[in-house]
């Protein structure tokens, strides 16, 4: 195949494909939570005490008995072969952004040959996966490659149900045969876990009485993008990295911001109803579907449920996106950039904290300077983000967030929060020692009477602001669109844990000094406020001014690459941190450094390979039948006495070989292998290689420009964002 023969045939195929045809719409209680092992479902099933046994684990966090999984395990195992289930798996979230998952037979041989379906309760509590392959950060040496996974009661069993058949999935958490957390479930289940003792404590001496089990909810707007698997099939990059290593812009992008919130193309609505029923019957519920910013980006958002559950369905949304997208004909693109130019994609994370008998924690009601619950919790998230930006920015951080945290499209890589103006009035009260009220909600009037009046909220939005208060929750917004969202909800619960406990001690001390609760209380806060209001910015996060404002005044810090941000997990006060509050301790916290480290490298030097050889055999080739074109052109006419136009061979010859040149440069680069430390290796990634991938890109994409059309082997950004 040579020139754009490929391009040709996927754009022919794109054009005369025939859409699937939207499956009839069914009612959404018809097909609500139907492939899900619900409460509802135990208790059909199960005897009432042992009902009442599982009940109490999942909703008060009491002692999961094991003695009551063999009846269990039969339950449920009835019920997912009654669904056509053969299989079972144990799923888990190893410290990738993936899920992982094996599978085992319910099958049993009997001694006289028959087989039967069995499945006991000790294989359901409990599995043992040959995963030494996982990334475990040097926490096990594949001699010693003993990994458990354990049964997550609090998040339900489920059928995952593709073409190729039925299996049921059992939630689990997955450690070491030492012990030590393999996961991301592992440590955001012992965040919630401090957070739920601390703020129970906090609550206690504010005076409640009844305090049930305080739990973090979690509800994320998940980007994506879409394009024709036609497209990706012929693009080596977006396969292999998922994002375009190289493209000129198209002439048209998002300038005319005209996708945004623009009507769904027939397409991708038909897709997403896919999405949508199956999510529905995973009890995944997706709330929220519109067009993004940049052609071909969406966005999905389900209502918030509790962390840990939220956390699993979503890494239930993503695959999803993905294997529907693949029957639709599309690739669903996760990575963070998968475009120069236009938007990349984020993942904002909502986070509350509440319980059933306080409600949200975080609502600050109508009147906020006397919601003293809600000032003291808000202040505690305040003190927590200050004290331990850092550890935000570095959970967020990789090989592909990087193209978009500040970017001018993406919260800064400087930790603030934007608190609106009617919350940040009432700490500056309290800060000048004097509250006397809140500022009202306005009330919005239209000027036309057939239009409704109705309520304005006390704050506006901050699009720039990577931790926003947003009513009743904050707004963690410099996530990733392809990262579990797991370690974003580890560090916000465990930050808040800390911050919690210190203000249960601080109570505890002023109470015992026979003072009285609200001038303790008053007095605290305003400490809070004054130690670590630096962190409070409700103006524009993008400003240069405020980037300098932020380092140079409040001494906030700006780690703008993976390089700077990760080596944070390896600081003093962060391992403390998590071994205080007792989610990670520090082998666990370091070997998820080396990890993550090692995952940052793998994926720059991917890249960097692929640019080389994409450039060498895709790019050069074509620029090379050109310019003999051109050449032979330019000779062929001088032989009859013209004389033609030189310019454009010569720029195409200079930047053909000035790419070359550079492509040569990255694979000498690439050839070091010998760093003395994941920190060094980081840096030479972000500072040597990244650059020199940069540069080849520049004349690639110029010479796209100048090439002929037809000689041009890549699908380019018009046709793969615009010919749906
Ligand atoms: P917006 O685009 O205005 O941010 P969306 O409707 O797209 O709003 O998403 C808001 C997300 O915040 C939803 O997932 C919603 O369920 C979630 N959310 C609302 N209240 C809470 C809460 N108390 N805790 C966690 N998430 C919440
Ligand atoms: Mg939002």
Not at 74 to 86: R, T
Not at 292 to 317: G, S, W
Not at 558 to 571: I, K, S
Request: with cysteine; proline share 5%; aromatic share 8%.
């Amino acid at each position: 195949m040579s020139g754009n023969y490929s391009r040709v045939q996927a754009i022919y195929q794109i054009t005369n494909r025939e859409t699937l045809p939207p499956k009839p719409s069914q009612k959404l209680e018809k097909i609500w939570a139907l492939d899900v092992f619900t409460l509802n479902k135990m208790q059909e099933s199960l005897p009432k005490s042992i009902f009442k046994s599982v009940k109490n684990t999942i909703q008060s966090g009491e002692p999961l008995d094991t003695s009551i999984a063999d009846v269990i395990a039969v339950a449920m195992k009835d019920w997912a072969v009654s669904k056509g289930a053969l299989y079972y798996a144990h799923v888990f979230y190893p410290l990738t952004n993936a899920t992982a998952e094996k599978h085992d037979g319910f099958i049993s041989i009997q001694g006289d040959g028959t087989a039967i379906s069995e499945f006991a309760g000790k294989v359901l509590v409990q599995g043992e996966p040959d995963a030494s392959s996982f990334p475990n950060g040097g926490i096990r040496s594949t001699f010693e490659a003993r990994g458990y996974t354990a049964w997550d009661v609090t998040s339900p069993a489920f059928i995952m149900d593709t073409d190729n058949g039925a299996t049921l999935c059992i939630p689990t958490v997955f450690v070491s045969w030492t012990g030590e957390a393999l996961d991301k479930k592992t440590p955001l289940l012992r965040s919630n876990a401090a957070m739920n003792k601390a703020a129970t404590k906090v609550l206690k001496l504010l005076g409640e009485k009844e305090v049930a089990k305080v739990n973090s909810s979690c509800g994320a707007e998940q980007e994506y993008f879409l394009i024709d698997a036609n497209f990706a099939n012929i693009r080596p990059d977006i396969l292999l990295s998922g994002r375009t290593l190289f493209g000129k812009p198209s002439p048209k992008g998002q300038q005319f911001e005209d996708h945004y919130f623009g009507s769904i193309p027939e397409r991708v609505q038909i897709f997403m109803q896919d999405v949508e029923e199956r999510l529905y019957r995973l009890g995944i519920p997706a709330k929220t579907r519109h067009n993004e910013v940049a052609p071909n980006q969406f966005e999905i958002a389900p209502f918030f449920e509790a962390a840990n559950v939220a956390t699993d369905h979503q890494q239930l949304i993503m695959t999803i996106l993905r294997n529907t997208a693949k029957k639709h004909g599309f690739l669903c693109l996760l990575h963070e950039k998968p475009f120069a130019g236009v938007n990349g994609s984020g993942k904002h994370v909502n986070w509350s904290v509440g319980n059933s008998t306080q409600g949200n924690l975080l609502d600050p009601g109508d009147t906020p300077h006397s919601n003293i619950q809600f000032l003291v919790f808000c202040a505690a998230v305040i003190r927590g983000v200050h004290k331990y930006g850092s550890l935000l920015r570095a959970v967020v951080a990789s090989a592909s967030n990087d193209h978009r945290l500040g970017a001018n499209e993406a919260p800064p890589a400087i930790i603030s929060i934007y608190l609106g103006t009617q919350l940040e009035d009432v700490f500056e009260q309290i800060s000048k020692g004097d509250v006397t009220g809140s500022k009202p909600k306005g009330i919005m009037n239209l000027g036309v009477d057939t239009l409704p009046q109705f309520p304005k909220d006390p704050g506006d939005r901050n699009r720039t602001s990577p931790f926003a208060f947003t009513g009743n929750r904050f707004e963690f917004r410099a996530v990733g669109s392809g990262q579990s969202v797991a370690d974003p909800l580890i560090a916000m619960n465990t930050i808040l844990a800390e911050s919690l406990d210190w203000i249960a001690t601080e109570l505890e001390a002023g109470i015992a000094k026979g003072i009285e609760l609200n001038t303790v209380i008053g007095n605290l806060l305003k400490s809070i406020i004054d130690e670590h209001g630096s962190v409070v910015f409700n103006g524009n996060g993008y400003s240069e001014q405020w980037h300098k404002m932020a380092v140079e005044e409040r001494g906030l810090s700006n780690l703008r690459t993976t390089a700077d941000a990760l080596p944070v997990f390896q600081q003093d006060h962060i391992i403390e941190l998590f071994e205080k509050v007792g989610v990670l301790s520090p082998v666990e916290l370091i070997s998820r450094y080396d990890t993550y480290a090692e995952q940052y490298i793998l994926s720059i030097e991917v890249e960097a390979k692929l640019v080389v050889s994409m450039a060498k055999t895709s790019i050069y080739p074509a620029a090379i039948r050109y310019l003999s074109d051109l050449t032979n052109t330019v000779a062929g006419l001088k032989e009859v006495g013209i004389e033609f136009e030189t310019e454009i061979p010569r720029k195409i010859a200079e930047l053909t070989q000035s790419m070359l040149k550079t492509v040569d440069e990255l694979s000498e680069v690439l050839k070091k292998h010998d760093f003395a430390t994941p920190e060094e290796h980081m840096q030479y990634c972000a500072n040597t290689i990244r650059p020199l991938m940069d540069d080849v890109r520049t004349y690639a994409d110029a010479l796209e420009a100048e090439v002929a059309d037809d000689l041009w082997p890549l699908p380019s950004y018009q046709e793969m964002l615009f010919i749906k």
